[in-house]
């Protein structure tokens, strides 16, 4: 990713937090090749890093499911909860084409496209880090706020990773 790129992903996702009232914190931090190896550079559990996944219905339209770091969605709990009977990970150059950002940092806020947000309850009431739309780079927001901020719904989503 170019240096323009970079600066334009960092500032879609400060300009939507603030359009929101959202209180975000942006900390750059050296590149990780996995959630774990980025938990342990900040200092954190891997449960309170938040993956955000880019999810397909059947009907081609999307949403994103935030999950903690240390735990994996439960399909059949998601797709209950979405109501529908089928789900799938789009390919990466979807979820890239559709969000602005590539895997391992999407984050909601500043995507290219709003989706419906579906947050795993394990998230309610702590501080958690995200993507912050480019690598290098970790979100930090209060769960709750990011959850009130974009209407998400709260239900148990996930199962241990």
Known sequence: ????????????????????????????RPAANSLLEAAELLGMHPSRIVKTLVVKRSNDTYL??????????????LRTVVGVNKLQM????????????????????GSATAWPIYA???????????GAGVHGYSLFVQADALIAS??????DISLPA
């Open 64 to 77: 994103f499911a935030l999950v903690p770091g240390d735990r994996s969605i439960s399909w059949p709990k």
């Open 120 to 130: 795993d309850r394990r998230i309610v009431g702590k501080k958690i880090a995200m």
């Open 90 to 109: 789009p390919h990466a150059s979807l979820a890239l084409a559709a969000t602005g950002y590539e895997r391992g940092t999407i984050v909601p806020i």
């Open 1 to 28: 990713m170019s240096p323009f790129e970079r600066t334009s992903a960092l500032e879609r996702v400060f300009a939507a937090a603030a359009a929101h009232n959202l209180e975000i914190e942006i900390r750059e």
């Open 150 to 155: 974009y209407d998400a719904t709260v239900a």
